[in-house]
């Protein structure tokens, strides 16, 4: 027999507003810790530009797009080298990163002669050195960062000396099945890149952001849910060729596998019950179904807000 209970609790639950999205809270570059400062917060030098929100962007024209939400220059640069390993912390209002389906990119700029923290964002001329999608489970890499785990990437080994912006984007793609749905998230961190490369993007590479994604991109209007063995379709411009050609250059992964089907990212069926709509103030991040699922997730009745955000997203019923 089904019990309304539960499901009264979980409504409820998730009639709160999500607290918060998301911002990078600090990166590492080689090992070496560089914090950001806090949202609204005037703080200390950082190489990370600081945002005012931790609000997705949600249109591809938005000039927010560039470096995330009012990105402010940042007064300091951090020392890197080609091939550094680079870990990028998200964080959120509740702790680790939640979101859970879409892709993560990284794309660099350079900054010309002067160092980053004189170089303004909208000249900025992107090319693409990372990305990910899904892992060989099938789950999203992105998932991977709700543990607390930062996101991590390498510069390519053999990238040319010189200033460059670090952008790293994830997207959250929980209701990109309709137009304005996807989330971006960005954020730009300050380098000066050492060493004695001679790796530089193709001019055919380099891209505005805002500028190289459309809303109808294949994988920015997308049902990510509706077949989870559909090859994903990044957006944006390919990898930069030369960072293919170093063997630490952090190049695409898993991106174009075919997953086996997770149980978790399957399709409930169709015997849905209906229940009254759970609405909340945000315009990008809310639940937008009206209906539940036959059956919750196992042991869905006490639990944080967060939990519940988290794991209801993986029921395509709770995107529109
Ligand atoms: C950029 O983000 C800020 C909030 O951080 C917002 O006030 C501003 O309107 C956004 N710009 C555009 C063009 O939407
Ligand atoms: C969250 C994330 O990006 N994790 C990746 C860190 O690097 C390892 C090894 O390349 C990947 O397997 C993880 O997916
Ligand atoms: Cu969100």
Same mark, same amino acid.
């Given at each position: 027999?089904?019990?309304?209970?539960?499901?009264?609790?979980?409504?409820?639950?998730?009639?709160?507003?999500?607290? /918060?999205?998301?911002?990078?809270?600090?990166?590492?570059?080689?090992?070496?810790? %560089?914090?950001?400062?806090?949202?609204?917060?005037?703080?200390?030098?950082?190489?990370? !530009?600081?945002?005012?929100?931790?609000? +997705? #962007?949600?249109?591809?024209?938005?000039?927010?797009?560039?470096?995330?939400?009012?990105?402010?220059?940042?007064?300091?640069?951090?020392?890197?080298?080609?091939?550094?390993?680079? *870990?990028?912390?998200? #964080? $959120?209002?509740?702790?680790?990163?939640?979101?859970? #389906?879409?892709?993560?990119?990284?794309?660099? =700029?350079?900054?010309?002669?002067?160092?980053? $923290?004189?170089?303004?964002?909208?000249?900025?001329?992107?090319?693409?050195?990372?990305? $990910?999608?899904?892992?060989?489970?099938?789950?999203?890499?992105?998932?991977?960062?709700?543990?607390?785990?930062?996101?991590?990437?390498?510069?390519?080994?053999?990238?040319?000396?010189?200033?460059?912006?670090?952008?790293?984007?994830?997207?959250?793609?929980?209701?990109?099945?309709?137009?304005?749905?996807?989330?971006? %998230?960005?954020?730009?961190?300050?380098?000066?890149?050492? @060493?004695?490369?001679?790796?530089?993007?193709?001019?055919?590479?380099?891209?505005?952001?805002?500028?190289? %994604?459309?809303?109808? *991109?294949? @994988?920015?209007?997308?049902?990510?849910?509706?077949?989870?063995?559909?090859? %994903?379709?990044?957006?944006? +411009?390919?990898?930069?060729?030369?960072?293919?050609?170093?063997? $630490? /250059?952090? =190049?695409?992964?898993?991106?174009?596998?075919?997953?086996?089907?997770?149980?978790?990212?399957? !399709?409930?069926?169709?015997?849905?019950?209906?229940?009254?709509?759970?609405?909340? &103030?945000?315009?990008?991040?809310?639940? !937008?179904?009206?209906?539940?699922?036959?059956?919750? &997730?196992?042991?869905?009745?006490?639990?944080?807000?967060?939990?519940?955000?988290?794991?209801?997203?993986?029921?395509?019923?709770?995107?529109?």
């Amino acid at each position: 027999m089904y019990s309304f209970a539960p499901i009264a609790f979980s409504i409820a639950a998730l009639v709160l507003p999500v607290a /918060g999205h998301g911002w990078v809270g600090s990166i590492t570059v080689a090992g070496k810790l %560089y914090p950001g400062n806090g949202l609204g917060t005037t703080g200390g030098p950082s190489v990370i !530009r600081q945002v005012d929100t931790n609000s +997705p #962007v949600i249109s591809v024209s938005d000039p927010n797009l560039t470096c995330g939400p009012n990105a402010q220059l940042a007064q300091d640069v951090a020392a890197a080298n080609p091939g550094d390993a680079i *870990d990028v912390d998200w #964080v $959120s209002t509740e702790g680790p990163w939640f979101h859970n #389906v879409g892709p993560m990119l990284t794309y660099l =700029a350079s900054c010309g002669s002067e160092p980053c $923290s004189q170089f303004p964002g909208p000249q900025a001329m992107w090319f693409k050195i990372q990305q $990910s999608g899904r892992d060989s489970s099938g789950k999203w890499v992105q998932a991977q960062l709700n543990s607390g785990a930062p996101a991590n990437l390498s510069l390519p080994s053999n990238l040319a000396a010189g200033n460059y912006l670090l952008r790293h984007e994830i997207i959250a793609l929980q209701n990109a099945v309709s137009q304005g749905g996807a989330e971006f %998230y960005a954020s730009c961190s300050q380098l000066t890149v050492g @060493g004695s490369g001679s790796g530089v993007p193709a001019t055919g590479e380099l891209v505005k952001l805002p500028g190289a %994604y459309s809303a109808t *991109d294949p @994988g920015i209007l997308v049902d990510v849910y509706a077949n989870p063995n559909a090859p %994903y379709t990044f957006p944006g +411009p390919p990898i930069a060729a030369f960072v293919s050609s170093g063997a $630490s /250059g952090g =190049a695409s992964s898993g991106g174009v596998m075919v997953p086996p089907v997770s149980p978790s990212m399957s !399709r409930p069926t169709a015997t849905s019950t209906t229940a009254a709509a759970p609405s909340t &103030p945000s315009a990008s991040c809310r639940l !937008r179904r009206n209906i539940l699922p036959a059956s919750l &997730p196992s042991g869905s009745s006490p639990g944080t807000v967060k939990r519940l955000h988290r794991t209801l997203r993986n029921f395509p019923i709770f995107r529109k």
